[in-house]
Each structure stands twice: as structure tokens, then as C-alpha cells.
């Protein structure tokens, strides 16, 4: 301030410069700053601050997370549902459970309160989906073990299971870009999936092939006869 501004009050506002860094959510706060000049008569300048603002300080938080689509596709005798000529196919309803596990491998008991979710694939078109599994900046780090598994209990007539159940695992991670990255585990996974890594926009889709055979029986009598005879003649 100069002699000029003797006198005066200077009325500033103090805020954050909103950046454009992913997963960063910036401080909205605008502080109102009140300054007063007066002329001390010796050459110098008194300077006072005239608002109630006693400390600036902004915060800000920083978030990132990611969801993995599981989409299924049902075989039948390794074609699809349009390519296998199975009678009345549409009709016909395949249910497959996902299970939260609590650790890998196919003699891992089901994790107590994870993930369980049920879904039927219709044989019309032969694909479904689970609802999205979700990750947040709390799972960093963390892995998480998962089987899908059909049940043969309500397998139509005619049908047999996919002999193999489907088990993998989700490695969470975070660069600070605002997006966690999602890693599937080699160990965990047994369906050729090694080493790919999952972003918010990657769709997991696995097949399941179930078998079909069907059988019958069609009756035929008939008579003997020797030179025109029945036997007993």
C-alpha cells in the first residue's frame, strides 16, 4: 500500500483455484477479507485487518475406485444357444451363483457376509450379467477371491453341468490417478486369464458349456413266416 491508499478499505476474496487432477475433490470454501489503511502521520502506514476471518486453510480429498461387469455366456455342446439346435431351448432357464471366497482356490469356504448373488441365463439368447462388482479407495490393496458355480440342481432335463466351476481373484491397486486398477491373480485363476488386468471399463466374460443328449425308443413287431407259414404250421 502507498500514501494514496490512506484512508481506504480494500475488500479481497480468497479462494482455491479448482485444478483438474482425477479423483481430487477441491475446497469450495471463499474467504472475505476486509483491509483498512490509515495514515499514522510519521511516514508510516497502519495496515489492520477488519474481517473475522482468523486462519485460511483449504482442504482437499482425494477418491478413486473401479467396478469389474461379469457377463456370462452359455454353450451348449460348445456352440451358441442360435448354432445348437436344441428343441425348445428358449424355454429353458440355467442358474449360476457368485460367491465372495476367503481365499483362493477350490477348497475355500465361502467368505461369512461377502458378495452372494444368484442369476439365471435364459436359453434364449444364452448371456447374463452380475451386478457390477464395486471397489472404492478402502479396498487398496486388498485381494478378493470369487467362484462362480452352476447349480445342477435346477439343470433342465437333458442337461449336464459344466464340470468346472469358475474361481479368480481381484488384486486392488491406486496410482493417484483417480481410476484404481484391478488385477486379476494368476494363482487364483484357472480359465486362461493370466496376467490381464481389469480397468472400470473392462467386462470379465466367461463361457460356461453345458452337454445335451437325448434318447428314444421306438418299437417294432413283426411276423415270421417259412415259405408263406408260420413257424408253429
Given at each position: 500500500y502507498t500514501e494514496a491508499d490512506a484512508g481506504k478499505d480494500f475488500y479481497y476474496t480468497v479462494s482455491e483455484l479448482a485444478g483438474d487432477q482425477a479423483g481430487i475433490t477441491y475446497d469450495g470454501k471463499v474467504y472475505q477479507i476486509h483491509v483498512k489503511v490509515t495514515d499514522n502521520g510519521d511516514g508510516t502506514l497502519k495496515v489492520e485487518r477488519k474481517d473475522d476471518v482468523k486462519q485460511i486453510s483449504f482442504t482437499n480429498?482425494?477418491?478413486?475406485?473401479?467396478?469389474?461387469?461379469?457377463?456370462?455366456?452359455?454353450?451348449?455342446n460348445g456352440k451358441t444357444v442360435d448354432e445348437s439346435h436344441v428343441a425348445n431351448l428358449e424355454d429353458k432357464e440355467f442358474t449360476f451363483t457368485l460367491t465372495e471366497m476367503n481365499g483362493k482356490g477350490e477348497k475355500a469356504s465361502p467368505k461369512k457376509n461377502g458378495k452372494t448373488e444368484t442369476i439365471t441365463v435364459s436359453g434364449k439368447d444364452g448371456k447374463a450379467s452380475f451386478s457390477p462388482l464395486s471397489y472404492t479407495l478402502a479396498d487398496k490393496n486388498q485381494t478378493y477371491y470369487y467362484r462362480i458355480a452352476e447349480d445342477a440342481s435346477k439343470m433342465p432335463k437333458g442337461f449336464a453341468k459344466d464340470g468346472k466351476d469358475f474361481y479368480f481373484s481381484i488384486t486392488v491397486s491406486d496410482d493417484g490417478s483417480g481410476l484404481l486398477h484391478l488385477t486379476s491373480d494368476s494363482d487364483a485363476l484357472n480359465d486362461g486369464m493370466n496376467g490381464n488386468t481389469f480397468t472400470a471399463e473392462y467386462a470379465l466374460g466367461h463361457t460356461f458349456n453345458n452337454t445335451y443328449s437325448a434318447s428314444g425308443e421306438l418299437p417294432v413287431k413283426g411276423n415270421k413266416t417259412i415259405n408263406g407259414l408260420s413257424p408253429d404250421k
Open positions: 480429498f482425494y477418491n478413486a475406485s473401479a467396478s469389474l461387469n461379469l457377463n456370462l455366456i452359455k454353450t451348449i
